[in-house]
Each structure stands twice: as structure tokens, then as C-alpha cells.
């Protein structure tokens, strides 16, 4: 996670630019609820998600991303996913955009359901999505199954949103948001020759992505 943190951290100045469409799937989530009461962003970023909310707290596990989020929204705070820094039921909703893919679900999901009151939204992008990078996304099933028996189900979907990059530009999209890391690859780190590859071997970039929101049982 230390090397996750790094290069985010990295990331943080750069990564709205190019964060496509991690904004897209972020007005998405937004659409599914009317969000109103305290809120924590999982995985704030720079806040894209937080953007047009209120009574909003952002939780980061990179140190720069959280402090561009602190700049925008005030309330920010270093954290990790796996063990939040919050008493149980702290918040009325608990929403993450393109965060916890990078988690070890087991662990994040029953510490959002933890935290959250009453909804719990997500977007998060599953199996499907850019394969020949070989990256281990999780299954949408897999996703799904963690909340089952601990909310109650109120809206998915799964939509395939494309990436508006390619070639050398596809290479950019991934260092400039920080996402370029692989846990399956040597030090985590895509090396040359397999950006190289990758980037002959990609027609049509995109995620597929699972959204939902659901009410944590009491």
C-alpha cells in the first residue's frame, strides 16, 4: 500500500485533468440518491465525488491527494480503507468512486458498512476491464456477495464506460492519475517494454464498472 500511497500521492496535481472517466462514473454514483446528511468520501482523491455535496469528510491513503482535498473541502483525513479512523455509524452515507478495486474487499466493504448509517454507493471497476493489462479486478459477483445478509440492495448496474485515450496517451492517462501500478507485476510496476506492448495490443479502452447503492441493515 505504501507504493499505492506514493504514487497517488504523485497523481495529485495532475489528475483531474485526466481522470475522465473516473468524473463520469462520479456524476453517475451521484445520480443514483439523493445525498443529504453527513457523508464520508472512501477514497476521496481530490473529490471528484465530493464536488456539489455538503457535510461531506474525505478519506485518503495518499498523503498529497488528501491534502488537494483538504484545499477544496476543508475536511480531510489520512487513512487507510481497511481500518478507518471512525467510530461505528459516524455517518449517514459512505460513498467511494474508482477506489476500492485498489483494497482488499474483505476487509474495505465491511469497514464502509461499519462506518455508514443508512446508504452506501459505489462505483467501482470489476473483471472486464482493460484485460490486457492483467490487472486483478475484482469480480462484480464477488462485490455483490460481500453485501449480501449486511444491506439491503437498492440500485446497480454495470456499464462499460470508455477510456478517450490511446496510444502513447493511453500510457499518459495511467501516469497521470497514478493508476499505472499492478500488484501482479515485478515491484508493482508495469515495466517499459510491457507499456510498450500494451499500448499495440488495446483497440478500445474502457472499465466496466459496477454502481450500486444499497441500505446498511441496523
Not at 497523481?11 to 440518491?33: F, H, M, V
Not at 478519506?59 to 480531510?76: K, L, P
Not at 467510530?87 to 476487509?107: C, G, M, P
Not at 437498492?154 to 499505472?180: A, K, M, Q
Request: proline letters at 5%; charged letters at 25%; one cysteine or more.
Amino acid at each position: 500500500m505504501k507504493v499505492l500511497s506514493l504514487r497517488f500521492s504523485r497523481a495529485c496535481r495532475s489528475y483531474e485533468e485526466w481522470a475522465i472517466p473516473q468524473r463520469y462514473c462520479a456524476e453517475r454514483l451521484k445520480a443514483l440518491e439523493k445525498i443529504d446528511g453527513s457523508l464520508l468520501d472512501l477514497g476521496c482523491g481530490t473529490g471528484l465525488l465530493s464536488e456539489g455535496l455538503e457535510g461531506v469528510v474525505g478519506v485518503d491513503i495518499a498523503m498529497g491527494m488528501a491534502r488537494v482535498y483538504r484545499e477544496r473541502f476543508q475536511r480531510a483525513v489520512l487513512g487507510d480503507a481497511h481500518d478507518l479512523p471512525f467510530k461505528d455509524k459516524s455517518f449517514d452515507f459512505v460513498i467511494s468512486n474508482f477506489a476500492l478495486h485498489w483494497t482488499d474487499l474483505s476487509r474495505s466493504i465491511p469497514e464502509a458498512l461499519r462506518v455508514c448509517r443508512r446508504l452506501f454507493l459505489c462505483a467501482i471497476p470489476v473483471k472486464g476491464s482493460l484485460p490486457e493489462l492483467g490487472f486483478p479486478f475484482p469480480e462484480a459477483e464477488k462485490v455483490l456477495g460481500l453485501l449480501e445478509g449486511k444491506t439491503v440492495m437498492r440500485n446497480f448496474f454495470i456499464e462499460h464506460v470508455s477510456i478517450p485515450f490511446g496510444g502513447w496517451d493511453l500510457v499518459r492517462f495511467f501516469h497521470y492519475t497514478g493508476s499505472s501500478f499492478n500488484p501482479l507485476s515485478k515491484g508493482g510496476i508495469i515495466s517499459r517494454k510491457g507499456i510498450e506492448s500494451m499500448i499495440y495490443k488495446i483497440d478500445k479502452p474502457s472499465f466496466k464498472v459496477l454502481f450500486f447503492s444499497c441500505e446498511v441493515r441496523k
